[in-house]
């Protein structure tokens, strides 16, 4: 049993000042931990776009394109509570004046955890994916390419069926959480209209080298129509991934 339910997106750009670091410094020392006071919330991660990153892309369309910072925060029971205490906790961080730094929104809302992967390499079961240690990941933001259920349908049974298995058995993918727009969840007035489909794929390798190797898959996956390729980038972790660094004859 997955306790996590669903998965909150915060997906920005750069700060208009060109210097992302007080931004960052706040979020992951004060704002990212004041979360964890709520009884839902089960575990948050950012991720940052390098140079590196930004060239590996493989989609991206829109406002899409200036997503440079991507935060997520899974959640569990009691989910509509989690959510508006969420919500309600960042106005009360503002009114303390701790909700200073703020970055361009392009993307906010919560999505439903649809379904989950893991690599046989990753040796851990897919429910557990995301509390890996990761090098970062590649999120993927997919919408209906018009109006057909049924081609958005079949694409879906497609992408579960046959293009989950093969990009977990591309080198450098641990696995894969998958979410989706839901009514009952976006009713809430500050989250963006749309109806997404968002992928995080979990990485074990730089990401640009994996986005590299993901590319011609994804591609293909898209060919058939039924869905229409927002975003497809790679963005590294801002969690440290050394292990030598502590081992016999580390400085």
């Given at each position: 049993?997955?306790?996590?339910?669903v998965g909150?997106?915060?997906l920005s750009?750069?700060?208009?000042t060109?210097?992302?670091?007080p931004?960052?410094?706040?979020?992951q020392?004060?704002?990212?931990?004041?979360?964890?006071?709520?009884?839902?919330?089960v575990?948050?991660?950012?991720?940052a776009?390098?140079?590196?990153c930004?060239?590996?892309?493989v989609?991206?369309?829109a406002?899409?394109?200036s997503?440079d910072?991507v935060?997520s925060?899974?959640m569990g029971?009691p989910?509509?509570?989690t959510?508006?205490d969420?919500?309600t906790?960042g106005?009360?961080?503002?009114d303390?004046g701790r909700?200073?730094?703020?970055?361009?929104?392009?993307?906010t809302?919560?999505l439903l955890?649809?379904?989950?992967?893991?690599?046989p390499?990753?040796?851990v079961?897919?429910?557990?994916?995301p509390?890996?240690?990761?090098?970062?990941?590649?999120?993927?933001?997919?919408?209906?390419?018009?109006?057909?259920?049924?081609?958005w349908?079949?694409?879906?049974?497609?992408?579960?069926?046959?293009?989950m298995p093969?990009?977990?058995?591309?080198?450098g993918?641990a696995?894969?959480?998958?979410?989706a727009?839901?009514p009952a969840i976006?009713?809430r007035?500050?989250?963006k209209k749309?109806r997404?489909?968002m992928?995080?794929y979990y990485?074990?390798?730089?990401p640009?080298?994996v986005?590299?190797r993901?590319?011609?898959p994804?591609?293909?996956?898209?060919?058939d129509g039924?869905?229409r390729?927002?975003?497809?980038a790679?963005?590294?972790s801002?969690?440290r991934w050394?292990?030598?660094r502590?081992?016999?004859?580390?400085?």
């Amino acid at each position: 049993m997955n306790r996590v339910k669903v998965g909150f997106f915060s997906l920005s750009g750069r700060s208009t000042t060109g210097d992302d670091r007080p931004y960052l410094e706040w979020h992951q020392l004060d704002h990212m931990p004041e979360q964890y006071q709520l009884p839902g919330l089960v575990f948050g991660q950012r991720w940052a776009s390098t140079p590196e990153c930004r060239a590996a892309r493989v989609a991206e369309v829109a406002d899409w394109v200036s997503i440079d910072h991507v935060v997520s925060y899974l959640m569990g029971e009691p989910v509509d509570a989690t959510l508006d205490d969420f919500l309600t906790l960042g106005q009360r961080l503002a009114d303390m004046g701790r909700f200073s730094h703020r970055l361009p929104s392009v993307y906010t809302g919560g999505l439903l955890l649809l379904e989950t992967h893991a690599a046989p390499g990753a040796l851990v079961s897919p429910e557990v994916v995301p509390f890996r240690p990761n090098r970062g990941v590649q999120l993927v933001v997919e919408e209906p390419a018009d109006q057909d259920r049924e081609g958005w349908d079949a694409y879906l049974q497609r992408a579960h069926a046959e293009v989950m298995p093969e990009l977990m058995s591309v080198p450098g993918v641990a696995g894969a959480w998958v979410f989706a727009t839901s009514p009952a969840i976006r009713r809430r007035p500050n989250f963006k209209k749309g109806r997404y489909r968002m992928t995080l794929y979990y990485l074990d390798d730089e990401p640009a080298v994996v986005a590299g190797r993901l590319a011609e898959p994804l591609r293909r996956s898209w060919k058939d129509g039924g869905t229409r390729p927002l975003l497809a980038a790679p963005y590294e972790s801002m969690m440290r991934w050394d292990w030598g660094r502590f081992g016999p004859g580390a400085p």
